[in-house]
T-cell receptor, first 116, second 115 residues
Framework: AQSVTQLDSHVSVSEGTPVLLRCNYS??????LFWYVQHPNKGLQLLLK??????LVKGINGFEAEFKKSETSFHLTKPSAHMSDAAEYFC??????????????FGSGTRLSIRP | DAGVIQSPRHEVTEMGQEVTLRCKPI?????LFWYRQTMMRGLELLIY????????DSGMPEDRFSAKMPNASFSTLKIQPSEPRDSAVYFC?????????????FGPGTRLTVL
């Protein structure tokens, strides 16, 4: 069975300060892990994904995430927040091998707010 | 490519009316997904297709919901009759393959309000 937990429903940071969005997962497989971003009134867009290659994954807009198997975590970070980063972020877990899409699990989302 | 296209972007209807949502996936993608997003339930997978064939519709809430994919470039999600609790944002997404490391490409969504 798989599950994903986003530990914070809302995170607020000041512009220019680091961002940390936390995600823990549970999987019986070697999972693929994703972070998607959703800006207001938009669809979800892929930020980055982990697929059993390098454990530190770099994505778009300066975001990166580190896969830590021992901690079952895949936290999303960015060194310096920008106002345009304000959005909802979703952590997603999927079986590592190609299989049913029904096994893809979306987290509940973390709303990131940026203070000027 | 223009990405996944959904129409309409907004729909307001009265309870009991039929609602049809439309989706055009990215050309060449073999998989198409319909999701519903609400504050209470988050993002829910309703149904997905592979090569125009429905593979898993276990997420469809009830018989009032139906989805079709008559060809590789078009899908519909229909609600008949609609109810206020169907109010949500409905997303269509497509991908090359299902599951695994495959990224899904999402459309902009249709915001449905049932009065």
């Amino acid at each position: 069975a798989q599950s994903v937990t986003q530990l914070d429903s809302h995170v607020s940071v000041s512009e220019g300060t680091p961002v940390l969005l936390r995600c823990n997962y549970s999987s019986s497989y070697s999972p693929s892990l994703f972070w998607y971003v959703q800006h207001p009134n938009k669809g979800l867009q892929l930020l980055l994904k982990y697929t059993s290659a390098a454990t530190l994954v770099k994505g778009i807009n300066g975001f990166e995430a580190e896969f830590k198997k021992s901690e079952t975590s895949f936290h999303l970070t960015k060194p310096s927040a920008h106002m345009s980063d304000a959005a909802e972020y979703f952590c997603v877990v999927s079986p590592g091998s190609y299989s049913s899409a029904s096994k893809i699990i979306f987290g509940s989302g973390t709303r990131l707010s940026i203070r000027p | 490519d223009a990405g996944v296209i959904q129409s309409p972007r907004h729909e307001v209807t009265e309870m009991g009316q039929e609602v049809t949502l439309r989706c055009k996936p990215i050309s060449g993608h073999d998989y198409l997904f319909w999701y519903r997003q609400t504050m209470m339930r988050g993002l829910e997978l309703l149904i997905y297709f592979n090569n125009n064939v429905p593979i898993d519709d276990s997420g469809m809430p009830e018989d009032r919901f139906s989805a079709k994919m008559p060809n590789a470039s078009f899908s519909t999600l229909k609600i008949q009759p609609s109810e206020p609790r169907d109010s949500a944002v409905y997303f269509c997404a497509s991908s090359f393959i299902a599951g695994g490391p495959s990224e899904q490409f999402f459309g902009p969504g249709t915001r449905l309000t049932v009065l």
